[in-house]
């Protein structure tokens, strides 16, 4: 809701598109980074942001987007001090990709593990919701898609937080959260991204998104 605060840790792609684009929504935004120095010109340039230290912004407002790589979420969450999160709803919008090798990723674990489980493990008093994941930070905040903009798949174990997630896509223009249940089910969210990448090099497009159709 506009004039509230969210903490964003993660200065890469995803941090910034958020950023800017919760700020545009009238959100006062804190991103979180190892080296504030690397985004302060960034930052100094869009109104409504600021920049700290991951645990300043795992401190920032009642919400915190988790938005870095998914092979150092556990140093992240250390660095910026899990204590903090507590109470909080934390969004993850992180994948366990594994890049090495030639083609396109695949998955540094699945199928029986996911980073939203580990998320919510580590973070055992915050209310983590899988979100963001499956979607370009291009299509984050006020996506525009070619066709109908389908709802975010959301996933997570607390319900008011899901409640309030989908309130909150709704104000950064999206139709909804299509909720497929607790975070464990963040294992198939995750799942989905290496399939998002092969189908986006088919179609030479990173705009798009998976929608459920019957
Ligand atoms: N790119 C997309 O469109 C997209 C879409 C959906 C989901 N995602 C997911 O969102 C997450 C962020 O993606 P991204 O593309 O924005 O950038 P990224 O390159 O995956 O992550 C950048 C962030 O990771 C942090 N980081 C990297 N190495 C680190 C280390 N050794 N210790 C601590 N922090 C480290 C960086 O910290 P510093 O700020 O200190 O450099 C930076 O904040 C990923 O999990 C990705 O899979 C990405």
Redo the contacts with the bound molecule.
Sequence with gaps: MAGERIGI?????????LAAGVARHGWEAR?????PG??QRWADGTEGVSVGS?AEAAGYGDVAV????????D??LD?AGPERFAGRLVLD?????DFAGDGPPHLLFGATDS?GERVQARLPDARVVKC???????Q?VDPEFADDTPPMFVCGDDPDAKARTEQILVELGWPGAFDVGGIESARYLEAL?PLWVRVGAELDT?EHAFAVVR
């Design positions: 840790l993660g200065s890469g792609d995803v941090g910034r598109a991103v979180g980074t190892r080296s690397k985004v991951f988790l938005a870095v790589r998914g092979d150092v979420v140093a992240v660095l919008a992180t994948n366990p990709l980073l963001f994941n499956t979607v370009s930070n291009a984050m991204v990173w």
